[in-house]
């Protein structure tokens, strides 16, 4: 299994804190990316890293922002948690901008609940 | 319309049954990813294709690229086949689009 691990696993906190989740990979891949996922939709694309301090936006940025000091790292802040970002998010690795055309390796997510 | 459609939604099953998930898209696409995401939550690659038929195991996807369709279909199913199971398609540009999974539930 490839070596991504996401922390925290599950949080609950209230409308109007920040957040930050974090992703950490071992693979030494250049490209990582955030998702969330919610019932009834596939999985959209939040932000997305190209390399250390190389960051885009996705579909459904707003709201969001990211930070890759590392190339292990890419962390995901909330920074105002609203109820409607309450979701499960996944972070993702790859190893070339190929992203349709290479798997990607997901960490197990981070359940996020926002009251 | 979403641009990716899976069918159906839910599926149960028996144990042993043949399993077929569909995969409609309505963009052209370069190749079409599946992928498995068990009930704790961890998303696994399955197959990445872009014509014909792969097979591993008892897991065979297929794709019509002319009838913008995908297949995934599972023989002689097991409990432990209970996932959701996800079409993801590759624009040109390599761009995902993902489908917003199919909930499969094997029963003994």
């Known amino acids: 299994d490839a070596g991504i691990t996401q922390s925290p696993r599950h949080k609950v906190t209230e409308t109007g804190t920040p957040v930050t989740l974090r992703c950490h990979q071992t693979e030494n891949h250049r490209y990582m990316y955030w998702y969330r996922q919610d019932p009834g939709h596939g999985l959209r694309l939040i932000h997305y890293s190209y390399g250390v301090k190389d960051t885009d936006k996705g579909e459904v940025s707003d709201g969001y922002s990211v930070s890759r000091s590392k190339t292990e790292d890419f962390l995901l802040t909330l920074e105002s948690a609203t109820s409607s970002q309450t979701s499960v998010y996944f972070c993702?690795?790859?190893?070339?901008?190929?992203?349709?055309?290479?798997?990607?390796?997901f960490g197990d997510g981070t359940r996020l609940s926002i009251l | 319309k979403n641009e990716v459609e899976q069918s159906p939604q839910n599926l149960t099953a028996q144990e042993g049954e043949f399993i077929t998930i569909n995969c409609s898209y309505s963009?052209?696409?370069?190749?079409l990813h599946w992928l498995q995401q068990h009930p704790g939550g961890g998303i696994v690659s399955l197959f990445m294709?872009?014509?014909?038929?792969k097979k591993h195991g008892r897991l065979i996807a297929t794709i019509n690229i002319q009838e913008k369709h995908s297949s995934l279909h599972i023989t002689a199913s097991h409990p432990r086949d209970s996932a959701v199971y996800i079409c993801a398609v590759v624009r040109s540009n390599y761009q995902l689009i993902w489908g917003a999974g199919t909930k499969l539930i094997i029963k003994p």
């Open positions: 963009v052209g696409i370069s190749a």
């Open positions: 294709l872009s014509s014909g038929k």
């Open positions: 993702a690795i790859s190893e070339s901008w190929l992203q349709g055309r290479q798997p990607q390796h």
